[in-house]
């Protein structure tokens, strides 16, 4: 338990130092139940794929594009461990400004102003690293214990900023700032009457430095997991994200994100087909309600996978 | 020099067989309530340890009715300190869980008393094989509490293991008992998530054939005529790939979560698993 403690500690150093952010459409879902594996287990997947319309963290990016990321996960009795490395292509990778030579400058495209939603940083390779604690819930009588997951998550990215004279195309300023995100999410499950209910709470703060204009945003936010439907070979499921976020003019309740989600294991390749269709719903106070129809098309498929030790395993089920 | 060394070795022999067994002696006494007629064979599987069956025999001593047998229980907290559950199992039926009330008999010994009611719940036998042979292990839930009765019921998990790659698990009780499989992989370290084998929403109990298991199971099944020369006539079997399969949309259903992962572990643990086939007596 001690272990535990000092292991939370440190994650939470590490995140706090280092960043965190809500999970990007193309992240899969990676639990592991600890009772599959007695010894430590390793994962290394990619994820590589395509989308329009996408968000970063409820801020909308300038284009649609590709996408990877690339994670490392190795699971340890009850922690799990995570390194994740992302890119989202077809967007700029740093803010490009051109400055008047007017009295005082002014640099363009000047950013939306406080009570508007933010634009989502310059898409450089964002890092990611993740603490997570799994524990077990009663179930029904005739299932397995119910196996939640609780985890921390810090993420960073560098958002570096050139601005040029509009006359004569001289780069004038560089800045080299950042963002940071740290944040928590955790399985929730009850019962209500017959039927399990299954979701997620999540809490996060990002914050932005050296750039011109430095912008953050604290969000919360419940996603409802709604049963799966197998229908043929797919796995078909549908989420609902309510929540709030901070820092754009319009208090209380200001997302509103259905998804849905059709899964496909190719067993002979490995590999998993995703098809997302994500409409997030934000409010800001200056454009009130706006829609993004987010659809990704991505796969996944593990690159190596390690089961470390000969010990035999719990006796315990997972499912 | 060589007496003294010898009398230290046979103090140390002394004091090692003097040391008492970890484990402590129960004597098992079972009642039964409700049954037609006194059954030909009781077995009693305690503490959930389906793999070791234990017979009992009809006490003939007079002060003490009822079906005894002695038990070691070599449990890290012993009984009556830790709770001990058992359920009994007859030629052609089975009974729900109890928790043992603890007693002495006439000789001083610890005695675990189960008061059992004789169900007629219809039950069946499930015949598991893996081609080629690999270990497996099995586990049975069944419910507790499902209506108040009388001796009060606990629900009970019960486990075991088929280290030749075939069991033939008898007496499940349809569809009250969920029933499910993990497979073990060749290091020992690992295990799949479970393979849920019998429809925990059947009606009929007495279903034949293949609509007695996992809907899931059935869809991802290898279509008996032709679709295996190995699976026989009467067999429900799953390929690999199929097993990969149903556990994923298993999970799935169970949790609405998709999990990469998951299938990653269960490739790694399945690798040698050619075909799984079931069958139902």
Known sequence: MRLYIAAAALAILVATSAAAQQRPVFDPDDDVDPRQHDAPLLISRIVAGGGTNLMDDYRPLRNGGGFFELTNSLYWKQIQLDYKRSKIFGNDDKV??????????????????????????PQSPK?????????????????PRVMLRARLTGSRQSMDS???????????????????????????????????????????????????????????AYMSRFPAVVAG??????????????????????????????????????????????????????????????????????????????????????? | MMDAIQILFILVAAAATATPPSG??????????????????????????????????????????????????????????????????????????QFAQPEKNDNDALVARFLFYCDDAPVLNVTIGTIPPRIFSYERRLPGKARPVVPPRCACVEKGNAVSGTA??????????????????????ARSSDLLVLDPAGENAAAEGREIFDDLIRKNAVVV????????????????????????????RARPKLLPQAYSVDEENLQNLSLLTLAVK
């Open chain 1, 127 to 143: 890092d990611t690293l993740q603490f997570a604690f799994y524990y077990s819930v009663p179930g029904r009588a005739t299932e």
């Open chain 2, 168 to 189: 033939v698990v008898r007496q499940v009780m349809f569809p009250q008992e969920n029933f499910s499989l993990q497979f073990l992989n060749d290091a020992e370290n």
């Open chain 1, 96 to 121: 490009e400004l051109q400055r008047c030579g007017c009295q005082p400058p002014i640099d363009f495209p000047t950013p939306p102003s406080a009570g508007s939603t933010p634009l989502a940083p």
């Open chain 1, 162 to 220: 050139v601005v040029r004279s509009f006359v004569t195309q001289e780069v004038v300023e560089r800045r080299s700032g950042r963002e940071q995100s740290f944040g928590l999410n955790a399985d929730t499950y009850f019962r209500a009457g017959r039927h399990n209910v299954w979701g997620e709470l999540f809490f996060a703060r990002t914050a932005q430095s050296g750039t011109r204009a430095d912008r953050s945003q604290t969000e919360v």
């Open chain 1, 233 to 319: 070979p797919l796995i078909l499921r549908a989420m609902l994200t309510v929540g709030a976020v901070s820092n754009r003019g319009a208090a209380g309740l200001n997302i509103v994100n259905p998804a849905f989600e059709a899964f496909w294991h190719l067993t002979a390749s490995r590999v998993n087909l995703h098809l997302v269709w994500s409409p997030q719903s934000t409010r800001s106070g200056n454009g009130g309600w706006e829609t993004h129809q987010q659809i990704a098309l991505f796969v996944d498929r593990a690159l190596y996978v390690h089961l470390f030790g000969r010990s035999t395993p719990s006796s315990d089920t997972a499912r």
């Open chain 2, 24 to 97: 402590r002696k129960v004597v098992v006494r079972v009642d039964l309530t409700g049954c037609a007629g006194t059954p030909a064979s009781v077995d009693v599987v305690l503490d959930g340890d389906e793999g070791t069956r234990r017979p009992l025999t009809l006490s003939k001593d007079p002060k003490e009715s009822g079906w005894v047998a002695e038990w070691i229980d070599e449990r890290k907290r012993k009984f009556p300190g830790a709770r001990l559950s058992a359920s009994v199992r007859f030629n052609d039926g089975r009974t729900y869980c």
């Open chain 2, 225 to 252: 005529a032709g679709g295996d020369p190995r699976c026989k006539v009467g067999e429900v079997c799953l390929r690999r790939g199929g097993i990969i399969v149903a556990l994923g949309q298993q999970r799935a």
